[in-house]
């Protein structure tokens, strides 16, 4: 098997193309870098997969690529690529949306056409579908939103109050790294029981970050990670993903509302009468 995923820069695609190689698939991987994530983020879901046989990337447009050569020997064409958002895609951004959306989907397609391919998988992502997110005990993020909209709100405040807010005294406080990796497990421990966790997070002392987020769900990533899944009412279109790393114990972003910061502390709210 040979595929050709775009979008292999994303965290779904990077996602899915150490799937496929994992399965002991071929795979050719594009992505135009598009700004709506930091580009770090995604060099960053592309470190592993880049060291690995078997896999070769192109950063590259669609409507730009050198199609032909790309899907060369190609069974398999994983088209993930796309503006993501919903906010922006009308108005002045509206032709950065057709081009990169509707334009080079057709583009793939015709590239696509006379080749004997076993399977062309067309996948979309929560900016289209975003109140089917899976989060345990709610059907949808809308009823996740609604459940949780006061807690939240309370968390999040404005920019000043979120400065301000009392519960920052534990911002300035020099915590130890073994308290960040109290905080891992105890998330871990609510959301095995099916309890979501509200976090502040923050990267004091510099303000990039100071905002609260939910952790609804984790995946853990071998002995060394765990990555928890948040609904971040900054970004609530598609989830955001916070990575706890063991060794460090330390939280580091990996998809957060176009966050680009090297690590962040977090912390319970609304779990005892201090936080």
């Given at each position: 098997?040979?595929?050709?995923?775009?979008?292999?820069?994303?965290?779904?695609?990077?996602h899915?193309?150490?799937?496929?190689?994992?399965?002991?698939?071929?795979?050719?991987?594009?992505?135009?870098?598009?700004?709506?994530?930091a580009?770090a983020?995604?060099?960053?879901?592309?470190?592993?997969?880049r060291?690995r046989?078997?896999?070769?990337?192109?950063?590259?447009?669609?409507?730009?690529?050198?199609?032909?050569?790309?899907?060369?020997g190609?069974?398999?064409v994983?088209?993930?690529?796309?503006?993501?958002?919903?906010?922006?895609?009308?108005?002045?951004?509206?032709?950065?949306?057709?081009?990169?959306?509707v334009?080079?989907?057709?583009?793939?397609?015709?590239?696509?056409?006379?080749?004997?391919?076993?399977?062309?998988?067309?996948?979309?992502?929560?900016?289209?579908y975003?109140?089917?997110?899976?989060?345990?005990?709610?059907?949808?993020?809308?009823?996740?939103?609604a459940?949780?909209?006061?807690?939240?709100?309370a968390?999040?405040?404005?920019?000043v109050?979120s400065?301000?807010?009392?519960?920052?005294?534990?911002?300035?406080?020099?915590?130890?790294r073994?308290?960040?990796?109290r905080?891992?497990?105890?998330?871990?421990?609510?959301?095995?029981?099916?309890?979501?966790?509200?976090?502040?997070?923050?990267?004091?002392?510099?303000?990039?970050?100071?905002?609260s987020?939910?952790?609804?769900?984790?995946?853990?990533?071998?002995?060394?990670?765990?990555?928890?899944?948040?609904?971040?009412p900054n970004?609530?279109?598609?989830?955001?993903?916070?990575?706890?790393?063991?060794?460090?114990?330390?939280?580091?972003?990996?998809?957060l509302?176009?966050?680009?910061?090297?690590?962040?502390?977090?912390?319970?709210?609304?779990?005892?009468?201090?936080?």
């Amino acid at each position: 098997m040979k595929a050709l995923v775009t979008g292999a820069a994303g965290f779904i695609g990077s996602h899915l193309t150490a799937a496929l190689l994992d399965k002991g698939a071929t795979v050719v991987g594009i992505d135009c870098f598009t700004d709506y994530y930091a580009r770090a983020i995604k060099e960053r879901n592309l470190e592993e997969n880049r060291l690995r046989e078997g896999f070769r990337f192109a950063e590259t447009e669609i409507a730009s690529a050198d199609l032909p050569a790309l899907l060369d020997g190609v069974t398999h064409v994983f088209h993930l690529a796309a503006q993501a958002g919903v906010r922006k895609s009308w108005g002045k951004d509206f032709r950065v949306y057709t081009a990169n959306n509707v334009d080079a989907t057709q583009v793939l397609l015709e590239a696509c056409v006379g080749r004997d391919l076993t399977r062309f998988v067309h996948a979309s992502s929560s900016s289209v579908y975003g109140d089917r997110v899976a989060i345990p005990g709610f059907a949808s993020l809308r009823e996740l939103t609604a459940a949780e909209t006061d807690a939240v709100k309370a968390g999040l405040g404005g920019r000043v109050w979120s400065l301000v807010h009392w519960t920052n005294w534990r911002l300035v406080y020099p915590h130890p790294r073994a308290q960040q990796e109290r905080i891992a497990a105890e998330t871990v421990a609510e959301l095995q029981a099916g309890r979501p966790v509200q976090w502040l997070i923050s990267d004091f002392p510099r303000i990039a970050l100071n905002h609260s987020v939910l952790a609804y769900d984790y995946e853990p990533r071998g002995a060394g990670a765990v990555d928890f899944i948040v609904f971040d009412p900054n970004d609530p279109e598609a989830p955001g993903t916070i990575r706890f790393d063991r060794r460090a114990r330390r939280f580091r972003p990996q998809q957060l509302c176009g966050v680009d910061v090297p690590h962040l502390r977090a912390f319970r709210m609304y779990y005892s009468r201090l936080i």
